[in-house]
């Protein structure tokens, strides 16, 4: 019979594992959201700014394994914007603010991360 105490102390230990496991792949989230957000700007002129909101972001938000990579952008179309994410490792959803209520796209500019902006000479 396995004592309380033993059991306790497996179920911090597979604990521990998820956590680092949840941090590594958030980390790793964030890095690709990144080099998406500088491909969506060298493919779509249209676009002036990538924003990074959601889980993968906001660390008030809880982050699971499975969790998506979510982008909005000032200009540009949503189903084209796609386009330049598709062949990501991870789920990637896109949207354009001038296609969403302004309600939600003032959110994200607060809450979410400015991950590009657009150079003058491009």
Known sequence: MVSPRDA??????????????????????RAEGALLALRILNEHPEV???WGF????????RYRLDSDIDLATDGGSAYE???????????????????????????????GTLLAEAQDDR
């Open 8 to 29: 306790a102390k497996t179920i911090r230990a597979k604990n521990e594992l998820e956590r680092k496991a949840v941090a590594k792949r958030r980390e790793e989230a």
């Open 48 to 50: 002036a700014r990538v």
């Open 54 to 61: 959601g889980s993968t972001y906001e660390a008030w938000r």
């Open 81 to 111: 914007l796609l386009k330049s994410v598709e062949r990501s490792a991870f789920k990637v959803d896109v949207i354009s603010f001038e296609e969403i209520p302004a309600g939600l796209a003032d959110f994200i500019r607060e809450h």
